[in-house]
């Protein structure tokens, strides 16, 4: 039997769901909602809803926008010829942050991951190889995370685009092997662009 | 609370909460320990490299009363498997000797035979070379464990197989002869016999300068996994990754 009434289990059960939640905080914060005014719920709610409605992928490199194609892929003041590869969408803040980088992204959204059973044909790899047959692109910056997984994918990747005669570089390893680009800061990460090796 | 330090190779690692990392070490003095190495998501640089899967280090931990779960102090490296290129395919063999270790030991049962040979057989991975000491692998664990049937003769009537066909089943436990094969079964090459008699008689590195295609003890490998996913009761992920690479 639950202590509560059923829309507060309702809201801590899908609560409990998210990353770093635990029973108490789910509790907390449904009381929290529960206290503030009607507005603020909804206001809430919407913005829940809209997330999951108005975002989507850009077709072409597969970042979360909501418009298609995102802010970068139609930027005429970006390099359209330089493209950095990263693992996750949030890492293209990282790469933003150094404000040092005037290309595009690609999005691959994970990477290589045998014990997970994620191989390459699980990634987002399909739209940049065809993206790359175009001839427009002259280089591809492989920036996905200094880790085993990180490495097999741009060990990986490179193959398959020095076939087609690109310019390939892979970032350095300016920060700690086995880190996250998420949680670099912009100096370690302007330092591991500028110091990019030919692969 | 009792510090503890030994030689260790990583397994695996799992987020856990906001910052942590749950990681599964095999440690040299008990086996296989799980800890918890505290905000490594977030300051990796306390950790570094030393918690990527397959590092050889030299791990520090103590054990809380009444917890099953370690907290990690320190990991210094003494091998990454980084230290040499890393391709999807030696990505996957080193994948599959985490996973195997990960599976199959115990908690906290230390086996210095088995450490010996992961560390022998993930020094043979630094190269391109992967099936060969894959093979070795599974070979070796398979007897290790206690797993390995006898290659010289049939299961059912006994009849010596050198030099006859022999087959293999994926619910039986032994090799057959022909008369005895049943449904289903395939057969274990007499070359792959051979290789895997050398192997048990040799060290991992004695095989090191010999070229070992894909196809080189294939049957070999297929009839080992059969044993060690029989009594693991599962399936390996690594294995089917294995399975899609080419050469
Ligand atoms: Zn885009
Ligand atoms: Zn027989």
């Known amino acids: 039997m639950s202590r509560f009434a059923e829309p507060m289990t309702r809201l801590i059960d899908e609560l409990k769901k998210l990353p770093g939640i635990g029973n108490k905080s789910a509790q907390r914060l449904a009381f929290h909602i529960l206290r503030s005014s009607a507005d603020d719920a909804a206001a809430l709610a919407s913005a829940v809803q809209d997330l999951k409605a108005k975002l989507q992928l850009c077709t072409i490199c597969n970042n979360i926008t909501d418009v298609d194609p995102c802010v970068y892929c139609s930027s005429p003041t970006r390099n359209q010829k330089l493209v950095c590869v990263v693992e996750e969408p949030t890492n293209i803040a990282s790469v933003e942050k150094t404000r040092h980088f005037n290309g595009v ?11 997970h059973g994620v191989g390459p044909e699980q990634l987002r790899i399909g739209n940049l190889l065809s993206r790359v047959s175009g001839g427009e692109i002259e280089e591809v910056i492989l920036a996905t995370n200094p880790t085993v997984e990180g490495e097999a994918t741009a060990t990986y990747l490179a193959q398959q685009l020095k076939r087609q005669g690109l310019r390939v570089t892979r970032i350095a390893m300016g920060f700690p092997v086995g ?3 998420e949680y670099t ?5 302007l330092k591991a662009m500028e110091g990019r090796r030919e692969m | 609370m009792a510090l503890k ?16 990392l749950l990681v599964t070490l095999f440690t040299r003095l008990e086996g296989k320990v799980k800890g918890v190495a505290r905000s490594a998501m977030k300051s990796r640089r306390r950790f570094g490299g030393a918690l990527e899967p397959l590092t050889y280090v030299r791990a520090v ?10 907290r ?11 230290a040499s290129e890393v391709t999807y395919s030696r990505a996957a063999a080193l994948a599959h000797v985490a996973e195997l270790l990960d ?5 906290r049962e230390p086996s210095d035979a088995v450490f010996r040979l992961s560390l022998a057989v993930l020094h043979e991975m630094r190269g391109a070379v992967l099936w060969m000491p894959l093979t070795y692998f599974e070979l070796w664990m398979t007897r290790l464990m206690g797993f390995l049937p006898e290659f010289g003769e049939c299961v059912v009537c006994g009849r010596e197989l050198d030099g006859n066909r022999a087959f293999y ?7 057959t002869c022909l008369d005895d094969k049943r449904i289903a079964s395939s057969e274990l090459s007499p070359e792959s016999r051979k290789i895997a008699g050398q192997m048990l008689r040799s060290r991992v590195s004695e095989f090191a300068a010999i070229e070992w295609p894909k196809a080189v003890g294939q049957d070999l490998r297929k009839f080992l996994l059969q044993i060690l996913e029989r009594h693991i009761e599962k399936k390996l992920v690594t294995a089917g990754m294995l399975e899609r690479i080419a050469g």
């Open chain 1, 105 to 115: 992204y690609h999005v691959l959204h994970g990477s290589i991951s045998p014990l």
């Open chain 1, 179 to 181: 880190s996250d680009i």
């Open chain 1, 185 to 189: 800061d912009e100096v370690t990460m």
């Open chain 2, 5 to 20: 330090e030994s030689e260790a190779i990583v397994l695996r690692t799992y987020p856990l909460r906001e910052s942590d």
């Open chain 2, 61 to 70: 931990y103590d054990d809380r009363e009444r917890r099953d779960l370690a």
């Open chain 2, 72 to 82: 990690l102090d320190s990991c210094e490296v003494i091998e990454s498997p980084m």
């Open chain 2, 103 to 107: 599976e199959i030991l115990p908690d």
């Open chain 2, 169 to 175: 089943h994926a619910l039986a436990d032994g090799l």
